[in-house]
């Protein structure tokens, strides 16, 4: 960790971020996901999207120092050493502070920047993995803080995920946050409902 903190400029938080999406990740990215996730700039208060933003993974690989490797034909990206994985599970609360908290507001950011893509492989990779697992992250962020400590803003994210979030999503988001966060009841209520006709068809 001593090579990768003492990189000059940027490198370092682009080799933390790289990182934590690599340990923390529900599944394996593959390196178009990971490289495409990055395009969220974490830094940002609000977390901003910029495509022109995605690394190469090449870099990626140099930042890191060699703790991440890129199986070359699935391009499934993973940590080189088991041993790699238990020492930031375990040193998660110094190193990856709400790393899943992080990672959940990623998701959000990328999806309502992005449009549903059926090609993994097309100009929204990450948007699946996001689509499909903020709620994972949403839910383990929650169980290691306090209802009082949660970032997650519904009222500010609700209007701008209108339209990129899979309808089944939205309307769990909806109703997640009605019973967890009477404070934005009334914009879950509205989101839920406004979800539910096409749920209950099957959109």
Request: with cysteine; hydrophobic share 35%.
């Amino acid at each position: 960790m001593t090579r990768v903190k003492n990189q000059p400029g940027d490198y370092p938080d682009l080799a933390m971020e790289s990182l934590r999406l690599v340990v923390f990740a529900r599944r394996p990215l593959s390196a178009d996901e990971l490289c495409s996730a990055l395009c969220v700039e974490t830094r940002e208060n609000p977390f901003a999207f910029d495509q022109d933003n995605a690394p190469d993974i090449d870099e990626i690989l140099s930042v890191c120092a060699g703790l991440i490797a890129v199986d070359h034909e699935s391009s499934i990206t993973r940590l080189v050493h088991k041993s790699a994985q238990e020492y930031f599970e375990r040193n998660q609360s110094r190193l990856f502070p709400d790393a899943h908290g992080v990672i959940e507001t990623m998701c959000l950011t990328y999806a309502s920047a992005a449009r549903p893509c059926p090609d993994l492989s097309g100009p929204f990779p990450f948007y699946n993995y996001a689509d499909q697992n903020w709620g994972y992250h949403h839910n383990l962020q929650a169980a290691q803080t306090s209802t009082e400590d949660k970032t997650f803003d519904t009222d500010t994210m609700l209007p701008h995920i209108n339209s990129s979030l899979s309808t089944e999503t939205a309307a769990r988001l909806g109703v997640d946050q009605l019973v967890k966060d009477f404070g934005s009841m009334g914009s879950a209520l509205g989101w839920a409902i406004t979800a539910l006709p096409s749920l209950l068809a099957g959109d």
